[in-house]
């Protein structure tokens, strides 16, 4: 099929290899005081081994307006498509205004911007369905659609082993940090259906704890018993995703799976060791119409 539109997309991906993700996107910047990289100039290992010996902690810069035209040109320009452009939640970052910005700087390239309210794998999700049509030559109304139902379907949790980063990042209290690592608690969070921000639904007191925390909030959500895809994200040690994707088995058959590591910018405030999972039910929305 001949694609009617193209698909862009920012850093707030965590793209997954066996979903359709590789879609030219707009990075965000990590920052250490006067050095800066691009998401895509470090990998994994070197940010830990920055956040281990580096005294300056990292900030992170949303993409410029530039670094979004140069994706709607990589995306669509060489075919003179229109493009689908899918933002991380804009409750969480700037950068939904960067993509509108954008249009000044490529204005003869017809841009759709929509923001997925949510980010990593659960965006990767989204990301999927507006390629997924796209690749099939649907209309870019269907692929809104498709992106849509997605969203509605798909809940993303995560937890985190130490709160010390995002005190570090200003998105905790000190106070709140230090009682948090007192009691050494691990907090369960979701991306809220009403705010698109940040909310924490539970917490446990080991890390182990918070992965089985995990689980049972997807089988809250979902019921047992039903079938699932999932995301599933880790941070410095792989084998949390492979404890958490046992966890789940346990109560639901797995359609599909799928192992990405949280992205450079992402893990800057999480910390090191974080684990996550986007889940939705069943097949895809469009595979059942």
Request: aromatic letters at 8%; hydrophobic letters at 40%.
């Amino acid at each position: 099929m001949t694609p009617l539109f193209a698909v862009a997309t920012d850093g707030g991906l965590d793209a997954f290899a066996g979903l359709l993700n590789a879609v030219p996107v707009a990075p965000f910047s990590l920052n250490f005081g006067s050095k800066t990289y691009r998401m895509d100039e470090i990998t994994r290992e070197e940010l830990y081994r920055e956040l281990q010996g580096n005294p300056v902690h990292p900030t992170s810069s949303q993409p410029t307006p530039q670094d979004w035209a140069t994706a709607y040109a990589a995306a669509g320009g060489g075919a003179g498509l229109p493009v689908l452009a899918l933002t991380i939640s804009a409750a969480l970052s700037g950068s939904r205004n960067a993509a509108e910005q954008a249009r000044t700087v490529a204005p003869d390239l017809p841009v759709t911007i929509h923001d997925t309210r949510t980010i990593s794998a659960a965006q990767a999700f989204q990301v999927h369905a507006a390629a997924s049509a796209a690749q099939r030559g649907e209309t870019l109304d269907t692929a809104l659609d498709w992106v849509r139902r997605t969203h509605e379907e798909t809940e993303l949790y995560f937890t985190i082993e130490t709160l010390e980063y995002l005190r570090r990042g200003g998105r905790i209290g000190r106070v709140q940090a230090t009682l948090g690592g007192l009691l050494n608690l691990k907090p369960v969070i979701t991306v809220d259906r009403q705010t698109a921000a940040y909310t924490n639904v539970g917490r446990a007191r080991s890390y182990k704890g918070a992965t089985l925390a995990l689980a049972a909030q997807v089988t809250a959500r979902y019921g047992e018993g039903t079938p699932l895809r999932l995301g599933l994200l880790y941070g410095s040690v792989r084998e949390d995703a492979d404890a958490l994707l046992e966890a789940i088995k346990e109560r639901h058959p797995i359609v599909w799976s799928g192992f990405a590591g949280v992205n450079p910018v992402l893990n800057v405030h999480t910390g090191p060791r974080a684990l996550g999972v986007a889940a939705a039910p069943g097949k895809w929305a469009w595979e059942r119409s």
